[in-house]
């Protein structure tokens, strides 16, 4: 068993991601509204944290939340499938700011029904 997390800095991409998940079977996921540490940085009102001006203007300028999904999935098979379905819809994610998608492995799901997963 394992979750898949995909923190999506292009958040348009979210609705076809997750069509693409219901399509391959997916039962479930979680979104949250997330933001990177620069981004908290870039935009703290204290500015206390010196930054270099080009970086500051750049991260002033992209887009300051994204978002977090993550799902449990248990079946390698389907784990592969939704990975497979987020690089079909984004396209390459190692390219700059479009985002990051890792698996963890977990042991024990408390408080989902079996066949939930």
Do not use: C, W
């Amino acid at each position: 068993m394992h979750v898949l997390f995909l923190v999506l800095n292009e958040i348009e991409y979210l609705d076809d991601i997750l069509s693409e998940f219901v399509e391959i079977g997916v039962k479930g996921a979680t979104i949250l509204d997330s933001q990177g540490m620069a981004s908290a940085i870039a935009n703290n009102s204290n500015r206390q944290v010196p930054l270099f001006g080009s970086l500051k203007s750049f991260l002033d300028s992209s887009r300051p939340y994204n978002k977090t999904v993550f799902t449990v999935i248990d079946n390698p098979e389907l784990l592969e499938k939704a990975v497979d379905a987020v690089n079909r819809v984004i396209g390459d994610i190692r390219k700059p700011g479009v985002g990051l998608m890792f698996t963890i492995p977990v042991d024990n799901i408390f408080g989902l029904p079996k066949n939930s997963i």
